[in-house]
């Protein structure tokens, strides 16, 4: 296994844990599975807009990231002949 494909793994692995993590932050728009999940209740913590707007920053670039990493390790396999 070439060094490359491992290197876009771990990338892989560990932004599709971060990207989970940081989509189970965002503050749910109510009437679907965040809500029954306590997803409804509002803290004073998430009032604050400039850190909904990082973080929904956050969440782009992460996913970004993850997308470029999927479509890398394709064209990897793609181009990459091991018999």
């Known amino acids: 296994m070439s060094v490359l494909r491992i290197v876009l793994q771990v990338i892989l692995a560990i932004s599709s844990l971060f990207l989970t993590l940081l989509i189970l932050l965002h503050k749910g728009k109510g009437g ?3 809500d029954m ?3 409804g209740v509002t803290t004073s913590l998430s009032g604050s807009s400039m850190a909904e707007r990082n973080l929904n920053r956050f969440t782009i670039t ?17 181009f990459t002949h091991e018999f």
């Open 32 to 34: 679907g599975l965040s």
């Open 62 to 78: 992460v996913g970004c990231v993850w997308f470029a990493t999927v479509v890398l390790l394709g064209l990897v396999e793609r």
């Open 37 to 39: 999940f306590g997803g």
